[in-house]
């Protein structure tokens, strides 16, 4: 009986971006629960919903669904990262962080006019790369910031992080390919 009531109330947003990987085209799968890639991107006052193993020559690895849960004033938020392992070693003060901000026509529930990317120190060729880029430019305005960033550690790579929720949103294969064009870039830039 508690399995059943547990399992009306879990959050399903690991199972929805299954699900629709799948209706795109994607060879992935769902991993077993539990393993070191959830700790990544995770910190104390998060969940990992789980991960998703894409099975395919794509630099996107594997996905990790982050959530926040709601409190009184304000709601619950979930992270996707897009897990791209390099197997250079990316040096700490050589680390790149880019994050899309999109501008407005009115703050808040205005339309999106255009996208601008804010890079660190290290990553200003990054940044202007993806703003030359209108598929790029697209995949922000339609599905929200991104930011990319290198990681260190236990993980030399980089990852990509969308903030949405999934039962607004979807990817559809274009936004897939887009994805994993940033990939290649930041791959590229090591």
Request: positive net charge; hydrophobic residues 30%; glycine residues 6%.
């Given at each position: 009986m508690f399995e059943k009531l547990k399992e009306i109330?879990?959050?399903?947003?690991?199972?929805?971006?299954?699900?629709?990987?799948?209706?795109?085209?994607?060879?992935?799968e769902l991993a077993k629960r539990g393993v070191n890639e959830e700790k990544l991107f995770n910190p104390w006052h998060r969940r990992s919903l789980g991960i998703i193993n894409i099975n395919s020559e794509y630099p996107i690895k594997y996905i990790n669904i982050i959530k926040k849960d709601?409190?009184?004033?304000?709601?619950p938020r979930w992270w996707y990262f897009f897990a791209i392992p390099s197997y250079e070693i990316i040096p700490k003060n050589g680390s790149i962080e880019v994050r899309s901000i999109?501008?407005?026509?009115?703050?808040?529930?205005?339309?999106?006019?255009?996208i601008v990317w804010?890079?660190?120190?290290?990553?200003?060729d990054l940044a202007d790369k993806f703003s030359r880029d209108d598929k790029i430019n697209?995949?922000?305005?339609?599905?929200?910031?991104?930011?990319?960033?290198?990681?260190?550690?236990?993980?030399?790579?980089?990852?990509?992080?969308?903030?949405?929720?999934?039962?607004?949103?979807?990817?559809?294969?274009?936004?897939?390919?887009?994805l994993n064009k940033i990939a290649d870039m930041c791959i590229e830039s090591v």
């Open positions: 109330f879990r959050d399903k947003s690991r199972d929805k971006l299954y699900q629709n990987l799948l209706d795109i085209g994607l060879d992935c709601g409190g009184k004033n304000n709601p999109r501008k407005k026509s009115t703050p808040v529930f205005g339309k999106v006019k255009s804010e890079p660190n120190s290290n990553s200003k697209m995949l922000s305005t339609e599905l929200g910031n991104i930011k990319i960033q290198s990681l260190h550690d236990s993980f030399s790579g980089f990852s990509i992080e969308l903030e949405f929720k999934v039962k607004d949103k979807s990817l559809n294969f274009s936004n897939w390919e887009v």
